[in-house]
Each structure stands twice: as C-alpha cells, then as structure tokens.
C-alpha cells in the first residue's frame, strides 16, 4: 500500500463517522503535514454513501495542532441539490476539534470553457532538474518529489531577504502515485511556507485556513497519472502575524487542475 | 440607518441564536446578494458573546438560493486557542439550510510585516470617473457606488469574447458608510460575474464558496473610513459549470485589506 494511501486511510465505524490515524511517513515539525489532514477531510465525503459526484471546493481550518495517533472523522451532508451536494466536515481527538472543513461536490457537465491565467512559461522540464535536498526536511517532504525551478527551500537561512516568494516546482508523490483529487488537495498544501522564501529566516508558522478550487474532473487527473505537476506559488501579503498564499497547480500539458489559497499565522 | 446595517441586523434569540431578515435593498435576481449574506454569516460570530479578536478568514458556501424573508444563523465556537478562534456558522430557512461558514478569529500583535502584491499602477482617481450605469441593475447594486476604471460590465452583451475578464473598479457603500469587516466581507462578493465581463454573454451563475481573507486590521479600517476603495478582480479558468474568481481590495493609501477568491456555477 503507498504511504499516502495508509495515510489517509479512513475506517467507516457504525455510526457513521470514520477514524483515522496520524502516520509517520507523513508527520510535520509538530503533528501531521497539513496537507494530509487536508486529505483526510476530503476523504470522508468521497466515501460517505451519500456522496454525488466530484470536489470543486474544499476548504479545511487548523484549530488545533493533532496528537499522534487516532482520530474521528464526521461528514454531514448539509445540503444535496440536482447537481451540487454541500457538506461540512469536523475532525476532533479526545472530543475536541482540531479541524473543520466545508466542501462542495457537483455533477460537472460539459459547457463552453476557457483557460484564462497562462502557466508559468519557459520553465525547465523536471528531467533536467535535481529532486529537492532532504537532509533537515521533516518526514513528509520525503513522499514529495520536488524539483524547484525557482524559489526552493533556502539552502541558508542567511536573513536576506527577497523580493517576492514566489516558487515554481515540478512535485509528484513519492514513490510515484496516480493523482487523484485526495492526493491533490494534499499537493496543494506542500509549498514551503512563503515566508521561508521571502525572509530566509526560520519562525514559527502555522496554516489556518486552506481553500482549495478543483478546476480537473477525474478524467484529467487519470490523464496525469503518476508525473510530475507544476506549483507555483507565491503570497500577496506579510503583516502582524498573518500571510497568505496564492498558488496553482498546472498538469504538465498546461491545464489548471487546482488553484489554492491559504492563510498562515507567524510569529516575529 | 444605513441600508446595509438594517440587511445584516441580527436579533439574537434566547437559545444563543441570530434571527436575520432579508432586505429588498440588497435583492439580487433570485434572492438576496450574496455578499449580503456573507456580511450576515460574519455578523454572527462578530455579535458573539464568546467572539474573540478579529475576522482573519471567512468561507461562505452557499447551498440554496435564500426565499425572502426570516432566517436563523447559529454561530458555533468549535475552539478557542490563545489567539485565534474558530467558528462553525449555519444560515437555515424552514429548518433547511441554506448556507454554512467557517471563520477564523484572531487577536493579531504587531511582527515584522511586508506587502508583495502590487495595486494596479496609473489608475484614475475616482472623481475623475463616472459611477456606473444602474439601469437594469438588481437593487443591490444600487447600494454600492462603482467607478470602472477597467472591465465594468458590458453596456452590451454582444457575445463578443474578450481576452481576459479583468475589472478594475473604486467601490464604496452608496450612501457612504464607514467601512468595517462585515461591510468588506459584502463589498469582496459586489464584482459581477467574471463570465459577463469575459463573454459579454448573459448566462445563469450562482456562487458556490467564497473565502476571504483580511488583511487590515479595525484601525485601517477606520482609517479608510467611507471613502472608494479599489478592488481587482480577474478569472484564472472557467471549464464544464465553473469558474472562480480572485479578488483584491486596496484601501487608497495602496495597502491590501482584503483578497478574496470564489468558485462560481455557471450554465451553457
């Protein structure tokens, strides 16, 4: 089994809800990666039975840092209409929230469509780039391949700061893994904090609330299978202990599968 | 007083509940606005007794058009840390819902801070442009006065596609009102559709979520008082029903107050 998959394993228990267990290959500085607790609030709703079709929006809220080890999973379908279904979903340890999360599925059909941001252009392809160092990384970013064709985890955090934040990274899981929307929403949340990029100076942060936009249906997330996805990303703003992150996640025949926000507290 | 204060008037009930009412000046085609009832699903937790600090983000999913007339609005505390607070918010009509909302609260304390978005450059002023047309406006736009300084909505649905759906618009409450969280929330939904502006083509839409983040405090707020301030708003993709929506608000003293992302529903 991939250690996404035993991550984000969800048990059905009989009163509906679900339990769910922090895994190693997947631990942050403190508690799990943000990204696989995304994950796993997005999992309820995708194997509850009242389920109607596919995420367009998944937003998830960081109450609380999560302990090692189990967790409950409740998904309640707030609302079910011909072709949208709105849910709420609330993950809690020894009765307590850690986190909530509100997400709407829909039956998608076809209608006229157009692109209209353009992908970051003459960017190198990942073959020609070096994965990512790990040496001092926590445990997740290990089941990431990252290939940073800009704005890459500092290799010193010399305090000099930057610019912008912006980054542009070719990232797959690891070992390789068929994209799905699970292992998308978690993707969306494994850019390096912005802050890290701009200031090069390590503090402490913490995601609050991260919202995430489905823009594939299952088909195009088949079509991408295990390569690798562009990210960028980048924040618009740093002021009095909140920064946010805007960023996109582009298959690498240049469609927007997700486009992603997030706002993170900091201290300092 | 103030259209808007009477449209987001929350009564509270004995049992910790909101009773809100509908207000024909903020009608949109089918029911209310809906930065009306953001403004309302923010109001909740603001009124609070249990509310801590200030509003950092706000998701709105709206699950059913609201009929005129009585709503409730229960405002949850799901936890309460030592500088954030998290809410769980639920709009019901007839003992359905028809809208839910997190929130995240914080008491924010002064840190090293930095801007990375720019505003628009060489803007006009507002004095120096006309407020726009409201013949054959829904009433809620009759409460906001808008200065396009790019991208307003078409003077003719031609069907003439256009490059890209970027506004460009100074906005402030109409008649003037002194700018707060509950009336930005409001003020982050009051772009048109960008499908219109894009396709010059009237088709039905319906936002799905809406998240905001703010940026600005309650003293930038006030500082901005009840002058225009501008807001950017743009598409990054529209395929098969959907399309989202990112926005930017910038007091005119160039600082962010707020961005704002949404996923809309749109037919044809």
């Given amino acids: 089994m991939h250690p996404f998959d035993t991550a984000t394993l969800l048990e059905p228990l009989p009163d509906g809800s679900f339990r769910g267990h922090t895994s190693p290959a997947y631990a942050n500085m403190v508690g799990p990666f943000g990204g696989i607790t995304a994950a ?5 709703p995708t194997q509850h039975p009242a389920r109607l079709g596919e ?29 949208t279904q709105h ?35 003459n960017l190198p392809l990942p073959d020609t780039l070096t994965r990512a160092a790990l040496v001092g990384r926590p445990a997740w970013a290990r089941h990431y391949d990252m290939r940073f064709a800009r704005g890459g985890m500092p290799d010193a955090f010399d305090e000099a700061l930057q610019p912008d934040s912006v980054s542009q990274v070719w990232v797959r899981d690891e070992p390789r893994r068929p994209l799905d929307f699970i292992a998308l929403a978690s993707l969306c949340d494994s850019f390096f904090p912005r802050i890290f990029v701009r200031r090069r100076k390590v503090a402490p942060i913490g995601t609050v609330s991260l919202t995430t936009y489905f823009h594939a249906d299952a088909a195009m997330l088949r079509a991408q299978a295990d390569r690798h996805v562009l990210g960028a990303a980048r924040a618009l703003n740093f002021r009095n202990g909140y920064f946010d ?14 486009s992603s926000h997030q706002i993170v507290y900091y201290r300092e």
Avoid: Y
């Fill in 40 to 44: 796993c609030m997005l999992q309820a």
């Fill in 55 to 83: 995420p367009v929006a998944l937003t998830v809220n960081f109450a609380a840092a999560l302990a090692d080890g189990e967790f409950i999973v409740v998904a309640r379908p707030l609302r079910t209409n011909r072709s």
């Fill in 87 to 121: 849910w709420a979903i609330e993950l809690s340890q020894g009765g307590e929230v850690a986190a909530s999360a509100t997400a709407v599925f829909a039956m998608r059909r076809e209608t006229w469509s157009a692109p209209e941001a353009a992908p970051p252009a």
């Fill in 245 to 258: 992150q805007a960023a996109e996640v582009w298959s690498d025949d240049w469609q927007l599968l997700a």
